[in-house]
């Protein structure tokens, strides 16, 4: 069947952005083009083929030897919720390192679970802070230490190895949320010693959200095998997804195909590139863009040595917080089909999120930006 | 940009399927064609139109006023899931109507939550009997009613009226799955008395699996609203989903866009068919189905007052279980590019289940099948 038809014509056409906040990044055209021709079966052998490919790449991506390695049939914000349902019992220590919305959602679904939730805090635009984290594990022995590698709501981007050791050396597993780095900074869970992560598809892997690719080694397996209680989540239960993600391919639920083949044309796509030249091309964009910004009088929140790059949070000029940063960002999208991120929490008003993910991090869309902000906002506009 | 690109060549090509086993069905390519086109944001003024479109839409498919009805992030599974999670609360009494593989399976979600699951069980291919669940209402006091609207692991259409009345008279929330119903027959909540409602994209809604599309009354909120104990599920609280799917648009998780955008545009065309030619359509090209199919010694699992329209399950001819039904099932998809589902369960080897869902209920698509069996598996061949 061809994706083109007549009776399209009939439907309201959305409108065509371009994607920089916080995330979804736009899609690769190639990932829509496989999604469209994906008419297939779950239990296909061919589909079942394309999940084999999927998941060594997905390995590849994420740094690790974990055969547990698979897209969950969820936003990232499930992949978040598959680690705390499956990994935590009721009356369980479980310590968050807290330096944005992410790490707060952390310690709201870890609760859930009945853990006793320990917290670490760090100012929002700041990381956490090494000594205090290791403090804490010394003091609570938490069975699990969970945090933030790259945090959407701040833009900045978490050291992740001297707090990962020290949880491993407490006996605790590791849990990293890697929703908005993967594919745009390295990471490298076996190396870090991390026990399970999960990120999602609509940042810097260029598909649209709606799965969450995650990983899972042996000791979060054996943690789960060794529960007490049944994992409340039966959607989520890595002891069954593991019968279809594994040798056997048992029926659990349906594969979101479409999206599933999105992800692996996009995996595909990154190791053409390479990962060594896709960070440095997000590097190179962010730097373009904060000295850019900075010309218009926007102000970093994050120091420089903490940058996230495929995220960077900005304080507006005073001109554009008189106007309203929101009638601002309203005007970039409806007369330059633009979208920039506001803020969230702490930074709701003042604060604006740019993201330059993915496919995004590249001269000439940094160029439009700043082109349309020089418009809109410029000194002289 | 353009879905045809150059470098999408370099991809593996899957290979393209007539799926007519129990779903996924094929989608429609004006669907695929929309989500193709899907570069928005999950707050955009625009995408947010397009979902208060879809949910007008969904409302009328699912015969409800529930202004909570709305697509859930995740496939058909999760939304049994959802039910569960946010509307039993440890220690509740929840009575399960079994008649095949999902009722089963609610009765494991429920069991998580805490629950006393009682079951009335009907035998595989039958449906529950009135009286029998009546009495169990009665006698169990349950909270909370759960039956399956049509049986994807046997192919039979339970009535849904009296139960539900029953099960409202005793005081009982009820809960309804209608994964492979909704589209291809009518589905009324409201008139049913239907507390809470799910579905799934990939079986006749025509779209790629992904997203399960649900509907919560406000007795069911109710019940929500008063918990003693939080929703385990963070991800699947109604609580929270309310906000992003109600007045105030706030962000929970971040919508898989290119699915609900799929969605929408498969609930424009349902009722540009409208659903009474739709439900006819289904009828008619089953009739048509199980007149060939017996033809070729293909004989009906279901009594003919109790089939469904959309999934007719048979028991294979003694000359196809001698050469083994997957083995035949395979030379179908490799030789016609046909797929039909194996049976489940109490099922398996010796029972086929033939979809017809969706844009695939249609003579010709029939005929495709039939002509094929006939090569592979007919009297002469």
């Known amino acids: 069947m061809s994706t083109q038809s007549l009776s399209y014509a009939a439907m309201t056409k959305l409108p065509r952005r371009l994607l920089l906040g916080p995330g979804p990044s736009n899609s690769h055209p190639d990932v829509l083009a496989a999604m469209a021709e994906s008419q297939i079966g779950h239990l296909d052998p061919a589909f079942l083929d394309c999940v084999d490919a999927l998941q060594l790449r997905l390995r590849r991506l994420f740094g690790t030897g974990n055969p547990m390695t698979i897209p969950l049939s969820a936003t990232g914000s499930g992949g978040m919720e598959t680690c705390f349902q499956n990994l935590v019992e009721p009356g369980d220590d479980v310590l968050v390192g807290v330096a944005g919305v992410f790490g707060e959602r952390m310690c709201e679904v870890a609760a859930r679970q009945g853990a006793h939730v320990a917290r670490v805090d760090a100012e929002w635009g700041t990381v956490l802070d090494d000594d205090a984290m290791l403090e804490a594990i010394a003091r609570v022995q938490p069975s699990l230490v969970a945090f933030v590698h790259a945090e959407t709501s701040t833009g900045a981007r978490q050291p992740v190895e001297a707090i990962a050791r020290a949880a491993r050396d407490a006996g605790a597993l590791v849990v990293l949320d890697c929703v908005t780095s993967l594919g745009g900074l390295p990471v490298t869970l076996d190396t870090w010693g991390i026990d399970a992560a999960y990120s999602g598809t609509q940042k810097c ?12 080694g042996a000791r979060a397996l054996e943690r789960v095998a060794r529960r007490k209680t049944p994992v409340p989540s039966w959607y989520f239960d890595l002891n069954l997804l593991g019968g279809y993600f594994g040798e056997r391919r048992v029926y659990h639920h349906t594969a979101p195909i479409a999206a599933i083949v999105g992800l692996a044309e996009a995996l595909r796509r990154i190791e053409d590139e390479g990962i060594d030249a896709r960070v440095a091309r ?4 962010a730097l373009r863009l904060v000295a850019g910004l900075e010309r218009l009088g926007f102000e970093p929140v994050v120091a420089a040595q903490d940058r996230l790059p495929m995220l960077t949070s900005v304080r507006v000029p005073e001109r554009v917080a008189r106007e309203g940063e929101a009638v601002v960002r309203r005007r970039l999208l409806d007369r330059h089909d633009i979208e920039v991120g506001g803020g969230l929490g ?4 003042s604060v604006w999120r740019i993201g330059l993910m993915g496919e995004n991090a590249r001269d000439e869309v ?3 930006l700043l ?3 020089d418009t809109e906002v410029g000194e002289t506009s």
Not at 208 to 214: D, I, N, V
Not at 282 to 285: D, G
Request: proline share 12%.
């Open 371 to 373: 082109a349309a902000l």
């Open 282 to 285: 997000h590097q190179r964009a």
């Open 366 to 368: 940094v160029d439009r």
């Open 205 to 216: 892997l260029s598909c649209p959200p709606g799965l969450s690719p995650a990983s899972f």
């Open 346 to 349: 702490n930074f709701a008003g």
